[in-house]
């Protein structure tokens, strides 16, 4: 039976035209009702007619990307990788940025639809991903890079190993005489950071070192928390000599709050962190870092976005495990 809008909105006791807003992306709805009207949409599986031609037809020429912080240098060279493979293949890209907000992805992902996408690339910021579904249903080909959901399987990827990368940059730091690591990590809902999350606790608990939960600190991917965090680590009773920050920007977080205590890196605490990379050379010392192929990452997306496109028949699913780099940098005290 063909739903209609009528359907949607007796579903949630609301108006019609509240539904037809959110659909047509036209004026404005308060987030927490566009989010539960989109889950509505998808739960009565509403596909507008006119969505459903112009995805047939295939004409839009545009790739979607959708990233949590287009700010982030990572993602930003992800987009770029993205980038100079549609070009070369006359396809444009639409940036979009969630800001890692759910129901502001959940909201790109039903406009990018209305835009008739050819496909799309995405970090996602739930294990769930319970908005794409519908991409499937359209068959857009689409590709996940850096946080994958639950439903990888469905659909390809590529990544790196962070369970591996985190536990091998843990040890580097134990191996340099550290016990008492602290960690601080973006949401656990996010595989990059429940895996580095993972890959630290594994390093700590093979070296037999102890895990004291106040040390743990998980918040959002944001520089404030990688901020507020570090103060909350420097004021406890019994201070860790190494911290951990799973991404750059806690880490730049980290490392203003490290400046503000007056302390200095690394011969008062040490840190680790992910991509925290300095193209200007004004950041000292180096932090020691695992850094990601992240443009690698966009042009490989872009590679199987290609293909797919250009071969739909192919239904193979692939999942791209790159290596990143180890820089050894200069933010370690040896014990």
Same mark, same amino acid.
């Given at each position: 039976?063909?739903?209609?809008?009528?359907?949607?909105?007796?579903?949630?006791?609301?108006?019609?035209?509240?539904?037809?807003? *959110?659909?047509?992306?036209?004026?404005?709805?308060?987030?927490?009702?566009?989010?539960?009207?989109?889950?509505?949409?998808?739960?009565?599986?509403?596909?507008?007619?006119?969505?459903?031609?112009?995805?047939?037809?295939?004409?839009?020429?545009?790739?979607?990307?959708?990233? %949590?912080?287009?700010?982030?240098?990572?993602?930003?060279?992800?987009?770029?990788? *993205?980038?100079? &493979?549609?070009?070369?293949?006359?396809?444009?890209?639409?940036?979009?940025?969630?800001?890692?907000?759910? =129901?502001?992805?959940?909201?790109?992902?039903?406009?990018? *639809?209305?835009?008739?996408?050819?496909?799309?690339?995405?970090?996602?910021?739930?294990? +769930?991903? $319970?908005?794409?579904?519908?991409?499937?249903?359209?068959?857009? %080909? !689409?590709?996940?890079?850096?946080?994958?959901?639950?439903?990888?399987?469905?659909?390809?990827?590529? +990544?790196?190993?962070?369970?591996?990368?985190?536990?091998?940059?843990?040890?580097? &730091?134990?191996?340099?005489?550290?016990?008492?690591?602290?960690?601080? !990590?973006?949401?656990?809902?996010?595989?990059?950071?429940?895996?580095?999350?993972? #890959?630290?606790?594994?390093?700590?608990?093979?070296?037999?070192?102890?895990?004291?939960?106040?040390? @743990?600190?998980?918040? +959002?991917?944001?520089?404030?928390?990688?901020?507020?965090?570090?103060?909350?680590?420097?004021?406890?009773?019994?201070?860790? !000599?190494?911290?951990?920050?799973?991404?750059?920007?806690?880490?730049? #977080?980290?490392?203003?709050?490290?400046?503000?205590? #007056?302390?200095?890196?690394?011969?008062?605490?040490?840190?680790?962190?992910? =991509? !925290?990379? =300095?193209? +200007?050379?004004?950041?000292? $010392?180096? @932090?020691?870092?695992?850094?990601? $192929?992240?443009?690698?990452?966009?042009?490989?997306?872009?590679?199987?976005? @290609?293909?797919?496109?250009?071969?739909?028949? @192919?239904?193979?699913?692939?999942?791209?495990?790159?290596?990143?780099?180890?820089?050894?940098?200069?933010?370690?005290?040896?014990?």
């Amino acid at each position: 039976m063909k739903v209609k809008l009528k359907d949607v909105a007796e579903h949630l006791n609301i108006s019609v035209s509240t539904v037809s807003r *959110v659909v047509n992306n036209k004026d404005y709805v308060k987030p927490e009702l566009r989010k539960k009207v989109l889950e509505a949409l998808d739960l009565f599986q509403y596909r507008p007619n006119e969505i459903a031609r112009s995805l047939k037809s295939k004409t839009s020429k545009v790739i979607g990307v959708v990233v %949590p912080d287009i700010m982030n240098q990572f993602f930003a060279a992800i987009i770029r990788g *993205v980038e100079s &493979i549609a070009r070369e293949h006359g396809y444009s890209i639409i940036i979009c940025n969630s800001d890692e907000r759910l =129901d502001k992805e959940a909201e790109y992902l039903q406009l990018l *639809v209305q835009k008739q996408i050819s496909a799309l690339v995405i970090a996602t910021v739930n294990e +769930t991903a $319970p908005f794409l579904e519908q991409f499937k249903a359209y068959n857009i %080909p !689409t590709v996940f890079v850096d946080n994958l959901p639950k439903a990888e399987g469905q659909f390809d990827s590529v +990544t790196v190993d962070n369970v591996r990368a985190s536990y091998e940059l843990v040890q580097h &730091i134990i191996n340099a005489g550290h016990k008492k690591i602290a960690l601080i !990590t973006g949401p656990l809902n996010q595989t990059s950071s429940s895996e580095r999350f993972i #890959g630290w606790e594994k390093a700590m608990v093979d070296a037999g070192n102890h895990i004291k939960k106040e040390w @743990i600190k998980v918040g +959002t991917f944001k520089q404030k928390d990688g901020y507020e965090f570090m103060k909350q680590i420097l004021r406890l009773k019994e201070l860790p !000599t190494a911290v951990f920050a799973a991404n750059n920007i806690l880490a730049y #977080g980290a490392i203003r709050a490290i400046k503000e205590h #007056g302390i200095d890196i690394p011969t008062d605490i040490s840190l680790i962190s992910f =991509d !925290t990379i =300095d193209p +200007t050379g004004l950041l000292a $010392p180096r @932090i020691t870092s695992m850094i990601q $192929p992240a443009e690698e990452i966009g042009v490989i997306a872009g590679d199987l976005i @290609i293909r797919k496109l250009q071969n739909p028949e @192919i239904k193979r699913v692939e999942r791209v495990i790159l290596e990143p780099e180890f820089d050894k940098g200069e933010s370690v005290l040896s014990k």
